[in-house]
């Protein structure tokens, strides 16, 4: 039993992998949520009141009793501190860091490739589409090594949230023709089996959505 409701702030065309993070986490824990959209493509920005209660205004944010807070990271981290069953994270320190190195890299890295891969194109698909730079397609490279190298050592094994976050990273790849190597689609399949990820891909969207910043 939850003592506050919980609300997630989404970015309002669920075409967020920060948020899509989040919504995995809470929706494997079998939480209830509320989702609360942010307009932010339409021009309106993070809500006032939520850059006051946040100390730090961007979306994806959670709110729960008091507590309100941005970066995805800390928002899984709360949610494995409050509502530890099940762990979204692995519980020992070890793989747990390399899980978390992961994902500060998902989130800190990939630029170029975020850039001209916006997650939009996953679930409101292109009929044309440019070819990727040089440095997005050597940041491509990277992520499905980085893939392969996971699973060759065994850190793919029992399912964690960074293994969702690197299966979003991957679909702005196979939703725009570019055919995976077996581990990484190993990885994607597995994850579009969960009904967590699911419930994100699937999700009712809007049409038309304004054009797509990074993310
Ligand atoms: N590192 C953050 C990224 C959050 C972020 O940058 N969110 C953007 C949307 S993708 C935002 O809220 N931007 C504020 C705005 O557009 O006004 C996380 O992991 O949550």
Redesign the pocket.
Known sequence: MQAHPLTLYV?GYFT?V??A??FVALTEKGLEFATAR?L??DGQ??PPALRDKAAI????ALQHGDLWL??????IEYLDETFPEPRVLPADPMPRARMRQVMTWL??DLWALRSERPWQVVVYPQTRIAPLSAAAAREAEELVALVEWLAAHGDLGEWNIAHADLAFALMRLSATGVALPAAAQALLDANLARPSVRAYVDRARPPNPPPQ???
């Open positions: 970015e967020n920060w948020d993070s989040c942010a932010l493509r920005g993070v205004g961007r979306i994806p941005t970066e995805s990271l800390a928002i989130r800190s910043p990074r993310s």
